[in-house]
């Protein structure tokens, strides 16, 4: 890698890293409740369900796919372990249930798109809207609530003053990292990204590790399923809404590449902070949905942007 290259590369996410510094001091300049203590945890348990989330798509980016179906995912997962929660089952059980039907629809995604050749935006797309349907299904429309104090401590609890989300964003982003740096599924996920047929004829099982990739997404989804039921005390089949969203403006953000065979997992974590700062402050200064909305879907624009513009330098 030529001296060009590096320094674009890495002023990529040096530029990532200065904006969250950058966004958090307009934002203290125009709200006095932004640097609050309070606000700030806040910020960090809010963000951690999306950067949970967005740890399992940058694996399927970096791989040139994409994964439209884990907010739906995420319901689906959510209302089975309220369901099981409701009926009296053991935490450990309702939990392993959430978590496996969250790893059990992503692999169906894998399956779809490495065995049965679809596209990852036609497979995922697909998968988005059957388990929205199956949620709302199985739910009958309608949500689980009112769970016992040891399942809510998962959102609610702390551990040395850390807020349990924010631990359990620790842990995933911990165990993603070693994934993506020091396993064959980080390096062949590059490798895809970068070059699928020349992955192909190195001998890597090309269609193993897609559906793993994805069956690592929606295992993941699924955890941000517990924590997102353990924290609103409720389970909802219209919950995880536009959550793809969230997690795709992050991973893009954060510098991977749309293009695959580029990301790293510390500038996704840094583009999260991002969207939850952006959320968070514009929240405090009362600024309507509807308009975040559109802020959001700028930045990702404007990110793409850059992204293709950088890819084009280095070439």
């Known amino acids: ?6 320094l ?3 002023g990529r996410q040096f530029g990532t890293l200065l904006g969250l510094v950058l966004l958090g001091a307009i934002m203290a300049a125009l709200t006095p409740h932004f640097l609050t203590v309070s ?3 806040n910020v960090a348990q809010q963000t951690a369900i999306n950067a949970i989330i967005a740890a ?10 994409i994964d439209l179906s884990v907010g739906s995912i995420v319901a689906f997962s959510g209302v089975v372990l309220g369901s099981l929660l409701a009926a009296g089952q053991p935490l450990p059980v309702a939990v392993a249930a959430g978590l496996g039907v969250g790893m059990l629809c992503g692999l169906v995604n894998g399956g779809l798109i490495a065995y049965g050749r679809l596209p990852p935006f036609i497979a995922t797309l697909g998968m988005m809207s059957v388990a929205r349907g199956a949620a709302l299904l199985y739910s009958q429309g309608r949500p689980f ?3 016992s104090e040891s399942f809510r401590f998962l959102a609610t609890g702390e551990v040395w003053h850390i807020p349990m989300p924010v631990v359990a964003m620790g842990g995933v982003y911990a165990a993603a990292h070693f994934l993506l740096s020091r396993t064959k599924l980080g390096r062949y996920a590059y490798a895809i990204g970068g070059n699928e047929q020349a992955a192909r004829l190195s001998g890597v099982n090309v269609r193993r590790y897609k559906a793993l990739v994805y ?3 929606g295992l993941l989804s699924g955890l941000a399923a517990v924590i997102l ?4 005390n409720s389970a909802q089949p219209i919950a995880g809404f536009m959550y793809e969203l969230d997690a795709i403006a992050a991973v893009v953000i954060g510098g991977t590449s749309l293009l695959g065979g580029e990301g ?5 974590l840094v583009g999260a902070l991002i969207m939850g700062v952006l959320r968070n402050g514009l929240n405090l200064l009362g600024v309507s949905s509807y308009v975040q909305q559109t802020v959001i879907g700028s930045v990702i624009i404007v990110a793409v942007f850059l992204d293709m513009t950088l890819k084009k330098r280095q070439t």
């Open 264 to 268: 790293k997992l510390g500038g996704t």
């Open 1 to 6: 890698m030529n001296a060009k290259v590096l």
């Open 8 to 10: 674009l590369t890495h």
């Open 145 to 147: 609530s009112g769970f």
């Open 229 to 232: 039921t353990a924290r609103l």
């Open 39 to 41: 606000n700030l945890l």
């Open 215 to 217: 069956g690592l997404s």
């Open 56 to 65: 399992g798509m940058t694996f399927v980016i970096i791989t040139a796919g």
